[in-house]
């Protein structure tokens, strides 16, 4: 089984509507993050968490939620979704003993339509 | 301030080539950490390699190499005999003490047969 998993893979979307997309790791990792890919502009982290009551803003958090339930769930919230926010949506994990030498471990990635 | 530059958006070349990906990063901190993921026709993120600040040596890993110059802040990625298999977008990334993980915008390397 993959070590970090996402739900769902695919997603397609009408704008205004509320959407989750889940991300679940069995690594034991404190850390976790929240990225979006864009053809031509590569990941840009939308939100990171350090641990379940440490969650932080990233580059580009506006029009996003996320919840930390608990140390192995991370999920992340359009709660209105927009046609620009169709994107492919990774999630990460990382150990705080290795970070920031070792890398952060990705999960498959959701793809993510808006119409 | 931090970036990663890839300044090659796309590349293609024949079976058996070799090709090189540059990428170019940029930061104040003494201690870093740079990376190189490829994501095949799949979509997944797979790690590459990883390579700290204090260790310029240069890796090889079958027909994967890595150079990393500090002095030219850069850490490019050679494949020898490229395959088929090799066609993929490539991302170099830079990692902080902050633990944040600052991306390029990615290569797209094009093997053909």
């Known amino acids: 089984d993959a070590d970090v998993t996402q739900t769902p893979r695919n997603r397609i979307t009408k704008t205004g509507k509320r959407i989750m997309l889940e991300c679940s790791q069995t690594?034991?990792?404190?850390?976790m993050y929240w990225y979006r890919q864009d053809p031509g502009l590569g990941l840009r982290l939308i939100y990171y968490?350090?641990?379940?009551?440490?969650?932080n803003k990233g580059e580009i958090s506006d029009g996003y939620s996320v919840s930390r339930q608990a140390q192995a769930k991370f999920s992340l919230s359009l709660e209105s979704a927009i046609p620009n926010q169709t994107a492919l949506y990774f999630c990460?994990?990382?150990?705080?003993?290795?970070?920031?030498?070792?890398?952060?471990?990705f999960g498959p990635g959701t793809r993510l339509t808006v119409t | 301030a931090q970036k990663v530059t890839q300044a090659q958006t796309e590349i293609s070349v024949v079976e058996k080539e070799d090709v090189t990906l540059d990428c170019v990063y940029e930061?104040?901190?003494?201690?870093?950490?740079l990376f190189w993921y490829k994501q095949p026709p799949s979509g997944e993120l797979v790690f590459l390699i990883r390579?700290?600040?204090?260790?310029?040596q240069n890796e090889i890993s079958g027909r994967y190499s890595w150079n990393f110059q500090k002095s030219t802040s850069s850490f490019n990625f050679t494949i020898t005999a490229s395959q088929v298999v090799d066609s993929a977008v490539y991302f170099c990334?830079?990692?902080?003490?902050?633990?944040?993980?600052?991306f390029g915008t990615g290569t797209r390397l094009q093997v053909f047969p």
């Open positions: 690594k034991g990792h404190d850390r």
């Open positions: 930061t104040r901190d003494t201690t870093y950490y």
């Open positions: 968490s350090f641990d379940v009551k440490d969650i």
């Open positions: 990334a830079l990692r902080l003490n902050t633990d944040k993980l600052i």
């Open positions: 390579r700290n600040s204090f260790d310029e």
């Open positions: 990460a994990t990382s150990d705080s003993r290795d970070s920031p030498r070792h890398e952060q471990y």
